[in-house]
T-cell receptor, first 114, second 114 residues
């Protein structure tokens, strides 16, 4: 497996469920990111991890909980979501958190909240 | 603060004709600029990147972009459109120092007509 992988690719969940999204990068990078992509809206940065430390939390509701156990893995734990949280969730990685570094994206998880 | 404006939400061209996707940026410092492409149900892929070297940047799949500081523009062009170019294109700005995350434009959807 190369690049950035995300599982699952599709997820349907009820508002009372708890689920997790997984991201893995095979590029030897030290920074990882979660983005939310909703229809008709710009890409929204949610969280940034640099060398396993969270460096950015872009006012994301607490029903989204990130976890970065090491530089290669990033999780997004979901609980008591709302229908408006339905979106494509993209994971990305870069060499480190320094500006100017391009980010490499995974294919995304399409989340539907019923 | 950095910002980016993609001037067209949708561009439609005929196969074999030139492509022009327009992007203007605002940055207090020397910017890094990127173009990403997103095909349906896929993640974002880097097309090209400008980081204060040559102002004309060549990317993958025949795309190129020219950094024009006087016009604060970074338009994406391709001499001849191919059906496989139909996708969403994002102009992105960052700065060359610090930990400022990438700032994404709203995207331009390119349609290619046979």
């Amino acid at each position: 497996e190369t690049g950035v992988t995300q599982t699952p690719r599709h997820l349907v969940m009820g508002m009372t469920n708890k689920k997790s999204l997984k991201c893995e990068q095979h590029l030897g990078h030290n920074a990882m990111y979660w983005y939310k992509q909703s229809a008709k809206k710009p890409l929204e940065l949610m969280f940034v991890y640099n060398f396993k430390e969270q460096t950015e939390n872009n006012s994301v509701p607490s029903r989204f909980s990130p976890e970065c156990p090491n530089s290669s893995h990033l999780f997004l734990h979901l609980h008591t979501l709302q229908p408006e949280d339905s979106a494509l969730y993209l994971c990305a990685s870069s060499q480190d958190g320094t500006s100017g570094n391009e980010q490499f994206f995974g294919p995304g998880t399409r989340l539907t909240v019923l | 603060a950095q910002s980016v404006t993609q001037l067209d939400s949708h561009v439609s061209v005929s196969e074999g004709t030139p492509v022009l996707l327009r992007c203007n940026y605002s940055s207090s410092y020397s910017p890094s600029l990127f173009w990403y492409v997103q095909h349906p149900n896929k993640g974002l892929q880097l097309l090209l990147k400008y980081t204060s070297a040559a102002t004309l940047v060549k990317g993958i799949n025949g795309f190129e972009a020219e950094f024009k500081k006087s016009e604060t523009s970074f338009h994406l062009t391709k001499p001849s459109a191919h059906m496989s170019d139909a996708a969403e294109y994002f102009c992105v700005v960052s700065v060359l120092s610090g930990n400022t995350p990438l700032v994404f434009g709203k995207g331009t959807r390119l349609s290619v007509i046979a």
